[in-house]
């Protein structure tokens, strides 16, 4: 999903399960919902060997830590190769249907507010910083940072940092290059030597530097997160970690939001609904009345519904990460003035996306209204749903649902040995996922015993004191 966002309402973080769940609340409503699992990114910095140089394509093959050999350009790389060579190599770009692997030997280490490049030597402002006496000042406070020649290209996110926060971001990315210039001295085998910070994890850092109320629940991740922050010597008052007996999505009603982001229809504010329904091809909206201000005028009454729908389809397009070509068939507006103020309310709702990520079509002969949204990652049906039939939860939702659900448990008292049923596809998943089953162990005391049962759902679990 998308990681847009202006710093502002508050963010709920869920990171009790295997999965990292994000949510941002604005005006007491969810806005948007993140769910992360992990896995290769773009930017993983990786400790490789040479396994095959091929002249023919004017690069060679890398073997590389926990995914598929990737494929490194000489052009890409400063420096001549050879078979059984150990390299320092990024991922520009993930494996996905037949492209596979693909890499860079130019090292670009991307955190919150700059970019480190090792040995690039050049230090680089914003652009929009206009500012001489601010320019003067931070080039001098990036160099007087700058070790073997580093190049530090500082992003508009920092301008408004502390130097100290500045000066903290980069000790945390030359540490990261320190221990991958380390892994390359005394080399073994092939190693992630870096997780690259995902998008998501950019978001929470700048919504965090921006001092936006954050509440976690997970004990690792608020460690973590206060870490960043008292590396950077920015405050972590804003900063809570969730100690209530509830979950905090249960807690802050963010489960029914989903649950409801989950669903074709949403009831508007004033009366009437809209349906959302997904394809592969694009996603189609209906718009109806449903009784609101039946009696009154029908193209004031179309005007009106049709505008409070604009807003709220905007609202769950995001929400629900829609992207592709959305056709929207609002109530039928007779006059030119009508659908002026619908196009006007869609645009104002999207906002800076228009800039991009949004490509406006208008209304059509039929008077239909399209519009094109920039895809960006899974829609939140298929993060949820996988490809299974429509609201059946895939395994790995399921998987996780029932984490959360012992971790509620817990909270409610429930510790000691326990013996778990769970349907054979859950068992079978658990006896493969250590990491699963260890955080079952740290919250009950003890690891439970797990039993497949056949008559349960895979969302479904059983749990009785052993």
Not at 2 to 29: C, F, K, P, Q, Y
Request: overall charge neutral; charged content about 25%.
């Amino acid at each position: 999903m998308s990681v847009g966002g202006n710093h502002t309402g508050r963010l709920l973080i869920d990171a009790v399960a295997l999965e990292r769940r994000v949510a941002l609340v604005e005006n007491d409503r969810l806005s948007r919902l993140w769910i992360d699992r992990g896995g290769p990114a773009r930017f993983d910095l990786h400790l490789g060997c040479i396994r095959k140089i091929l002249p023919e394509m004017a690069a060679a093959m890398v073997a590389l830590d926990g995914i598929p050999d990737g494929l490194l350009p000489f052009d890409r790389y400063p420096g001549p190769l050879h078979e059984g060579q150990w390299v320092l190599v990024q991922v520009s770009r993930l494996g996905f249907e037949d492209k596979g692997v693909k890499l860079t030997g130019r090292i670009a280490i991307e955190g919150v507010g700059m970019i480190l490049r090792p040995g690039g030597k050049l230090i680089e402002l914003p652009r929009k910083l206009k500012d001489a006496e601010q320019r003067a000042e931070l080039t001098t406070l990036l160099k007087s940072l700058q070790v073997d020649g580093d190049g530090i290209m500082l992003r508009s996110a920092a301008l408004d940092w502390s130097q100290d926060a500045i000066a903290g971001e980069y000790r945390l990315l030359r540490a990261q290059w320190q221990k991958a210039v380390a892994a390359l001295a005394s080399p073994s085998k092939p190693t992630l030597v870096c997780k690259a910070q995902s998008d998501l994890d950019q978001m929470i850092e700048r919504h965090l530097m921006h001092g936006v109320e954050c509440i976690v629940d997970g004990a690792d991740q608020f460690v973590q997160l206060r870490g960043v922050l008292k590396a950077r010597g920015a405050s972590d008052a804003h900063l809570t970690r969730h100690t209530g007996s509830q979950l905090l999505f249960n807690d802050q009603g963010v489960e029914e939001a989903i649950d409801e982001a989950l669903q074709s229809r949403v009831d508007l504010a004033g009366g009437g609904w809209i349906a959302i329904d997904p394809t592969t091809a694009l996603c189609a909206i209906d718009v109806n009345a449903g009784g609101a201000d039946a009696g009154r005028d029908s193209e004031a009454r179309a005007i009106e519904v049709n505008l409070r729908a604009a807003a709220e389809i905007v609202h769950q397009i995001r929400l629900r990460n829609i992207g592709g070509l959305v056709v929207i068939d609002p109530l039928r507006m007779q006059t030119r003035n009508g659908r002026d103020k619908f196009e006007n309310a869609i645009r104002t709702a999207f906002g800076a996306e228009l800039d991009g990520a949004v490509q406006i079509g208008g209304f059509t002969r039929l008077g239909l209204y399209e519009f094109s949204r920039q895809r960006a990652g899974e829609s939140l049906l298929a993060r949820v749903l996988g490809k299974q039939a429509k609201h059946t939860p895939s395994q790995e939702t399921s998987l996780n649902s029932i984490i959360r659900a012992m971790i509620a448990e817990c909270r409610t008292g429930k510790v000691g040995a326990m013996v778990l049923y769970v349907a054979p596809s859950m068992a079978e998943r658990l006896a493969q996922r250590i990491d699963a089953v260890q955080i079952l162990a740290n919250a009950f005391g003890v690891a439970p015993d797990i039993i497949a049962d056949p008559n349960l759902d895979d969302d479904a679990y059983r749990l009785e004191k052993k």
